[in-house]
């Protein structure tokens, strides 16, 4: 919430506005006086790390009353505030919307009991709302994400990863209750991130004899050899009949039917605290700013508004219609129609739930036909990034459970050369969802320096099908193979690319396995290095992050962490650009602020290097400020994967075998042996804006810039913007591209929660 509150209040700063905060939500409102601060710049300063909100929330009876409501107009009207921001839940923006509706009626009352006159009325005489959705539970429809849920699941991720050890180490079963009463949503992503045995969620609840087959599925893990069985429930878990599911009665089931040693954690709270994630601050960000500019661009016509994520883009709903789909979730829950209230979560609410427990694939995806048995080999290719062995988890288990042999190779292209190809099975891959780096290992090789002997054993192996899990190497070498299929028939078979890397620079695709994770641990030590700046004064940061050419790791921290500049290739600085960015921070240091805090990514000039930029600020800034030098290095490959990592990487594992699947089936002529040679037989799969999808090789080879390693357009370069202006360099309005305004629709909520 603060990095929403810093957003909106220097976004209405920048754009010329007054901006109050009002502090302990409506109770301040209502109540007034001190509560209702005009801000400036240096209000919202050094509070983007922190967790909860600076600014308090409180719940009101007050304000659901129309008295209330009329005390709080009353204080709007006095301090001329005619726009009002609401970060919360459905109930404090329905709460908004009714206050914007009986606006003018409040008014004409304020009026006939003296307390303002006809024209301060005139003057206010219209008030525009728009809303940013606070949740940790991700319950509100329209939104891929609420602000607060990435935190929390980093939380609760953070609780089981410390559980895993102890629940291992003594052979013990595992229930954690996390938060959810109305919506399974944090039960459910924290389940397929930590490969969960069972959950239990509201809006699907459990088939009647459901501790039967619980204790089955209990009994068989730990037959295969696991030494730990995790169960997640959300506190508002139900069965068919509407009777509440607890956390005691599912351990004291464990206990009488199987006599394991087990143990109940409830989270609470905790889940609410700590530092927010990157995501969440970018997040917020992003919402903050489209929430001024939509009040900006209100009309009388204009209803009121809730700024939306949609894949990486922020949009603009109508309120209401929100809150009213939100609502009938829960109406269809009450009523027991829970099909209905999964599909108005969205479709991708609840349809990953089987792979985390390994069900048969009819009753995961009934609407396609069952395939023929294949074979395929699974490799890791590239630089180490989190999230690989979750994709490769997945893959495996989702493969064995369609009935294909599956191979992972060792070393990536070399290791597939000199034939370190094994079959592996569901038990080899357990444990990998937590674990970072690469557990297959991982090479840059590519297939042109050993063409002959990858050919050699996808023969002997019999290989008809490749995923290969990796960065801008695994792009380019599956399209090496590609471009072999004329000379060598074996390589006429499905090849898919899940792009892995801390770069985020693979073509086809928004969002790279591994990216999230760097960016939350560039984050974090640029929290530390500004904490250690606290005590003392006046002095400047320049942090070198990793990513080759490409600035995706240095611009979206250097939003995550409110830095002063951040330097990447994209876009081209000259040594006037350099000149300014002195002078700003200069004037910085004359404020209370006397820190600073510059990104530069590892390639981002030939010239300007850590060292030039360095020995630049500590000569232009000499008796001002001192400069100190920080370069993050590989400490940004390391790591556990974060929440979105693992539920990433586990959801692109899937539905890249289930594509291998149907596209093998289209390569089979009449001989009956596998002949792919067309260009869509070798894609990379990547979340393109709203949806997962498929790019060709051969068709993404076009835009790509291989000399640097780059897709010809990103569309995180937009970010940049944000970035600037939250710095306070003053840039022209008519370059912000506002979110566009929708409606409500099925299509709407068709959304892929948890990308």
């Not at 559980?163 to 229930?175: D, K, L, N, Y």
Request: proline content about 3%; hydrophobic content about 40%.
């Amino acid at each position: 919430m603060n990095a929403a509150v810093r957003a909106v209040t220097r976004m209405g700063i920048y754009v010329g506005a007054k901006v109050f905060l009002i502090y302990e939500g409506y109770e301040g409102l209502v109540e007034g006086g001190d509560n209702i601060k005009q801000a400036n710049w240096l209000s919202v300063s050094n509070i983007i790390q922190l967790g909860g909100t600076v600014i308090g929330s409180a719940r009101c009876k007050a304000f659901t009353t129309r008295a209330g409501r009329l005390r709080a107009a009353r204080n709007l009207v006095e301090h001329g505030i005619t726009n009002l921001c609401v970060i919360g839940g459905d109930g404090s923006l329905t709460g908004a919307d009714i206050f914007r509706s009986e606006w003018a009626g409040l008014l004409e009352e304020l009026v006939r009991d003296g307390q303002i006159s006809e024209e301060v009325a005139k003057k206010n005489c219209r008030l525009n709302i728009v809303g940013l959705v606070g949740s940790i539970d991700n319950d509100f429809c329209g939104t891929d994400m609420t602000i607060g849920t990435d935190s929390a699941l980093h939380r609760i991720m953070e609780v089981i990863d410390a559980i895993t050890t102890t629940a291992q180490s003594h052979q013990r079963t595992f229930v954690l209750e996390v938060m959810g009463r109305h919506c399974g949503y944090l039960a459910l992503v924290s389940g397929l991130a930590s490969g969960a045995d069972w959950l239990f969620i509201p809006e699907s609840p459990p088939e009647d004899g459901w501790e039967d087959l619980m204790c089955e599925r209990l009994g068989e893990t730990r037959s295969r050899g696991s030494r730990l069985n995790i169960i997640i429930i959300a506190e508002g878990a139900i069965d068919r009949s509407g009777k509440p599911i607890s956390s005691n009665y599912v351990k004291d089931l464990v206990v009488q039917r199987l006599g394991f040693d087990t143990r109940v954690t409830v989270l609470g709270h905790v889940q609410r605290g700590g530092t927010p994630s990157a995501f969440d601050r970018v997040l917020s960000s992003k919402m903050g700013m489209e929430a001024v500019m939509a009040l900006l661009e209100a009309t009388p016509d204009t209803p009121a508004c809730v700024v939306s994520l949609s894949g990486n883009q922020s949009v603009r709903l109508p309120l209401m219609e929100c809150v009213q789909v939100t609502k009938d979730v829960q109406k269809a829950m009450d009523e027991k129609r829970f099909e209905e209230a999964i599909q108005l979560r969205g479709r991708g609410s609840a349809g990953y739930i089987i792979p985390a427990l390994g069900t048969r694939r009819d009753v995961l995806f009934p609407s396609l036909s069952p395939q023929s048995p294949f074979s395929m080999a699974i490799l890791n290719v590239g630089a180490p990034a989190a999230g690989m062995n979750a994709a490769v988890r997945s893959a495996v288990r989702i493969g064995i459970c369609q009935g294909h042999t599956i191979y992972v190779v060792s070393d990536g292209f070399e290791g597939l050369a000199k034939g370190q190809v094994r079959e592996v099975g569901w038990h080899d891959v357990a444990g990998w969802l937590g674990r970072g780096g690469s557990m297959l290992g991982t090479k840059r090789t590519l297939p042109k320096t050993c063409m002959e002997k990858i050919v050699e054993n996808v023969r002997k192996f019999n290989i008809q099908g490749l995923l290969v899990i990796g960065g801008f190497e695994a792009y380019e070498g599956v399209l090496q193979l590609v471009e072999a299929r004329g000379q060598y028939e074996e390589l006429c078979i499905v090849m898919c690319v899940i792009p892995a890397t801390i770069s985020n620079n693979v073509p086809g695709t928004d969002f790279s396995l591994g990216s999230d994770t760097a960016v939350n641990a560039a984050m974090e030590s640029c929290d530390r290095i500004k904490q250690s700046a606290s005590g003392t004064k006046r002095r400047v940061f320049i942090v070198e992050t990793m990513g080759g050419y490409c600035g995706y790791l240095s611009t979206v921290t250097g939003i995550a962490v409110g830095a002063d500049a951040a330097y990447v290739y994209e876009d081209p600085f000259t040594i006037h650009d350099l000149k300014a960015n002195v002078e700003h921070l200069t004037d910085k240091m004359k404020t209370d602020i006397q820190r600073g805090l510059v990104l530069r990514n590892e390639k981002c000039h030939e010239h300007y290097t850590t060292e030039f930029l360095y020995n630049l600020y500590s000569s232009e800034g000499k008796g001002i400020f001192d400069c100190r030098i920080n370069v993050l290095g590989h400490l940004q490959q390391g790591g556990a994967p974060t929440p979105f990592d693992r539920n990433y990487g586990t959801k692109l594992g899937v539905k890249a075998v289930l594509w291998i699947e149907v596209a093998k089936v289209s390569s089979v002529p009449f001989s009956g042996r596998v002949f792919a040679n067309s260009g869509d037989t070798a894609c990379v799969i990547g979340l393109r804006k709203k949806a997962v999808a498929f790019s060709p090789v051969t068709e993404l080879k076009k835009v790509t810039d291989f000399e640097h390693r780059l897709p010809q357009e990103q569309w995180w370069l937009n970010l940049r913007l944000m970035l600037k202006m939250l710095a306070n360099y003053q840039i022209s309005l008519t370059e912000y591209i506002s979110g566009q305004m929708e409606h409500v629709t099925r299509r709407t909520l068709s959304i892929e929660k948890g990308f």
